[in-house]
């Protein structure tokens, strides 16, 4: 006989209350193996890959993508015994098949994955809005085959387009992008119809679209504060409150650094290697924090301590389509010039991707943020929590410079670096920035430290 189990949201190990649903990987009918991935969340700091614990067939999905749900709820039902060989239940069990009320497996069934639920027993909070109750089981449909999962999709500026994931497979099946469509049904919920106008040429019918967040009649569109975006604004907001900023610029000429660089990319050493100049900013932030230590300690204020980190766990502030996230590089006070500019590459094309996990933004000691890759030349950045310092590097331009007496063209940028005074005092700051400064204007400095 049929043997349903619920599948909970969990906490992916990060004490989290909730996340989105971003995209399922599986859809009612499908057979699936222990372990396999079978929906995209975002959490708060990150899109995460859910497996399942069990093998078994999908019976039915509770929450649709774009939905925000508690840590614990159903939020997908499966047959764990479709083929009726598993031994009858005990009588002291309430029938399977319509139980009373939505109930999550015991914690001992959810040790495969990588977290199970943080609140306490007891704990109510308001409903969401736009959250559904997930229903008791229903009986399983009779099992087909496993159709090709379709490929999350990464939402564009918060926006996660509202469609059932047959809806989603039909759409990657014929090259239309959801993100391009408005959807018919009810709440703006993209149907099969309006994927198959698209790929024939015809025009979606004229509906509200306010419900996907673009309302025609006031020509604006509003998109929910919630995942990265959030929990980004909350830990900045944190952080200005908290620690007393300062910032202090220094512009400085990296001519030498450049030449250094190209002479560097053209040798067998660094054959396929992306050498950026964020790179020698990453090395000279690691050598320069062993003379100042102060930069990379903390302030404890509930043990009322200044902690001294003998490592750097580089951060690297990288913009994503889900928003700012700021991966670490482990133990970059160790790495070369070359380990570290391989290290760069990984880590920004995995956060560009959106596939940055929790694990690998916790942790960090020290931030770099690159705004020169914007063109910008400078700002005043905010530290990051549990945190002291972080360095803004900036635009490297083509400037006038005196050199010798003489004006000559130089390449020339920006530095500025923000620091919590009650850990960093200025003269900490300033021969900290100036170590950094000198490194970059002449790298054969660094032979002297």
């Known amino acids: 006989m049929p043997e349903y189990k619920q599948f909970p949201l969990s906490d992916t190990a990060e004490g989290l209350t909730e ?4 995209a399922w990987r599986v859809k009612p009918g499908d057979t699936v193996t222990v372990n396999q991935i079978v929906v995209e969340v975002e959490t708060a700091k990150a899109a995460v890959e859910l497996p399942i614990p069990w093998a078994g067939v999908v019976t039915e999905l509770h929450v649709e993508p774009g939905q925000t749900v508690e840590v614990g709820t159903p939020i997908l039902t499966m047959d764990v015994d479709p083929d009726g060989k598993a031994a009858p239940a005990p009588a002291a069990e ?4 319509a139980p009373a009320a939505p109930v999550a497996p015991a914690e001992e069934e959810m040790k ?5 639920g943080s609140k306490a027993a007891g704990t109510t909070r308001r409903a969401r809005k736009g959250a559904t109750p997930a229903p008791a089981a229903a009986p399983a449909p009779a099992p087909v085959a496993a159709a090709p999962a379709p490929v999350a999709e990464t939402p564009r500026g918060g926006y996660v387009p509202l469609a059932k994931p047959p809806v989603r497979k039909l759409a990657k099946d014929l090259g239309v992008d959801l993100h391009s469509l408005t959807g018919s049904a ?3 919920v993209i149907t099969r119809e309006d994927v198959h106008r698209a790929a024939n040429g015809s025009a979606a019918p004229a509906v509200s679209t306010v419900e996907s967040g673009y309302d025609p009649a006031t020509r604006e569109r509003r998109v929910p504060i919630k995942g990265v975006r959030k929990a980004t604004a909350a830990a900045m907001v944190q952080s200005a409150y908290t620690a007393p900023h300062v910032t202090e610029f220094l512009t400085i ?33 690691c050598l320069a924090a062993k003379r100042t230590p102060d930069v990379n300690a903390v302030w404890d204020e509930a043990a009322q301590e200044i902690v001294y980190k003998d490592y750097v766990h580089l ?8 928003g700012l996230v700021v991966p670490k590089i482990r133990d970059a006070d160790s790495l070369s010039l070359k380990e570290l500019a391989v290290a760069l590459t990984e880590l920004t094309d995995v956060a560009r991707e959106g596939k940055t996990t929790p694990a690998a933004m916790l942790g960090g000691t020290f931030t770099i943020t ?4 914007f063109g910008v030349d400078t700002g005043t950045p905010i530290i990051n929590p549990g945190e002291s310092a972080i360095l803004a590097v ?10 010798d007496g003489e004006i000559q063209v130089r390449k020339v940028m920006q530095l500025s670096l923000s620091f919590d005074h009650r850990v960093v005092d200025g003269q900490q700051g300033s021969e900290f920035l100036a170590d950094v400064g000198a490194l970059l204007a002449d790298p054969a400095v660094a032979i002297t430290y």
């Open 186 to 188: 009810d709440g703006g």
């Open 253 to 285: 000429d990296v001519t030498p650094m450049m030449e250094l660089r190209e002479k560097l990319k053209k040798s067998r050493e660094f054959s396929g290697v992306k050498l950026t100049p964020l790179a020698f900013a990453a090395k000279a932030v």
């Open 94 to 97: 309430p029938a399977a098949a």
């Open 112 to 116: 495969p994955l990588v977290g199970y």
């Open 370 to 373: 690159n705004v020169g890759v």
């Open 394 to 403: 900036g635009a490297i331009r083509d400037t006038p410079w005196v050199v």
């Open 19 to 22: 996340a989105d649903i971003l």
């Open 315 to 322: 951060g690297i502030a990288a913009a994503t389509p889900r």
